[in-house]
């Protein structure tokens, strides 16, 4: 199926370090959505973006719906050991409007 | 947001069997969906469980090998059927409370066929 191209694939980085996520699409979205998994469970949703440059925070989360509508990126600020998991972008659009979702980002969290 | 049970979360399958897995939400929703994940891969969409009628089905995956009901606004199920190794993978259902608007997931259904 069509996936995303989520960048980095994986990122391992000291306790309070801040990191950076994309995902960028050779389609429009709508609807940009972040989600991080934890192993043996199921994807727990973030932030959600319905708006070209749209900004939003959730805690030492922060999210971006890019002005062209075909990429999003995700900041995590002051990481902590708790933040380790996948994250995966998700977007909406186009003539279906189904959610596809980014290849993920392996975040891993020295103390 | 919604409560998403999905039933059983694991189970280890002889090949050629078949597999249901439920899927329950504590509200009404406006779409329901499956999806696949692969060991160390990103989710797939199998197909869209339309309620009263049958499953919308996204390429490569067919009614036969996966047959999806939806008999009212809460409940799905996914049958994995005549299952082989390959089959191994989670499976996710996935809702919408409203069109357009954030997705949730629910825990998932760990399958692994021997």
């Known amino acids: 199926g069509q996936q995303l191209n989520q960048s980095p694939q994986s990122m391992f980085i000291q306790e309070g370090e801040d990191v950076s996520m994309n995902c960028t699409s050779s389609?429009?979205?709508?609807?940009w959505l972040w989600y991080k998994q934890d192993p043996g469970e199921g994807p727990v949703l973030l932030i959600a973006?319905?708006?070209?440059?749209e900004l939003t925070s959730n805690g030492r989360l922060t999210a971006q719906f890019g002005i062209t509508r075909k990429d999003s990126f995700l900041n995590i600020s002051a990481s902590i050991p708790s933040d380790v998991g996948i994250y995966f972008c998700?977007?909406?659009?186009?003539?279906?409007?189904?959610?596809?979702f980014g290849t993920g980002t392996l975040l891993a969290v020295q103390p | 947001s919604a409560v998403i049970s999905q039933k059983p979360s694991r189970d280890i399958c002889q090949r050629g069997t078949s597999l249901t897995i439920q899927c329950q939400v504590d509200?009404?929703?406006?779409?329901m969906f499956w999806y696949r994940q692969q060991p160390g891969q990103s989710l797939t969409l199998i197909a869209t469980?339309?309620?009263?009628?049958?499953?919308?089905?996204e390429s490569g995956f067919v009614i036969d090998k996966f047959p999806i009901s939806r008999p009212n606004l809460t409940f799905s199920t996914l049958t994995v059927s005549n299952m082989s190794p390959e089959d191994s993978s989670i499976y996710l259902c996935?809702?919408?409370?409203?069109?357009?608007?954030?997705?949730?997931f629910g825990q998932g259904t760990r399958l692994t066929v021997v």
């Open positions: 996935s809702v919408w409370t409203e069109v357009n608007t954030e997705a949730f």
């Open positions: 509200s009404q929703v406006t779409m």
């Open positions: 469980a339309n309620q009263g009628s049958e499953a919308t089905y």
């Open positions: 998700a977007g909406r659009g186009g003539a279906t409007n189904k959610l596809i």
């Open positions: 389609s429009i979205f709508n609807t």
């Open positions: 973006l319905y708006k070209a440059g």
